[in-house]
């Protein structure tokens, strides 16, 4: 899918405003990370893929006081 839109000033940098359907196709979702790449003079956003951990890891990554402070 490609559209075009408009470049504007944001804060102290340039930013688009990003369509719905442009977001779901590419997988997006808010506060997710993503990657920002220039090649050859075109702009690419993409998700950055989710880690996949094993129960282990997850637990090892877990922190109670997170949920419970």
Do not use: W
Not at 7 to 29: D, F, M, P, W, Y
Request: no cysteine; aromatic share 2%.
């Amino acid at each position: 899918m490609e559209t075009r839109v408009p470049v504007k000033k944001r804060r102290n940098g340039l930013g688009v405003r990003r369509l719905s359907t442009i977001t779901l196709e590419a997988k997006l979702h808010a506060d997710q990370e993503a990657t920002l790449r220039v090649e050859a003079g075109r702009v690419s956003v993409g998700p950055v893929p989710a880690d996949h951990l094993t129960l282990s890891e997850r637990l090892d990554r877990f922190d109670p006081m997170s949920i419970y402070p």
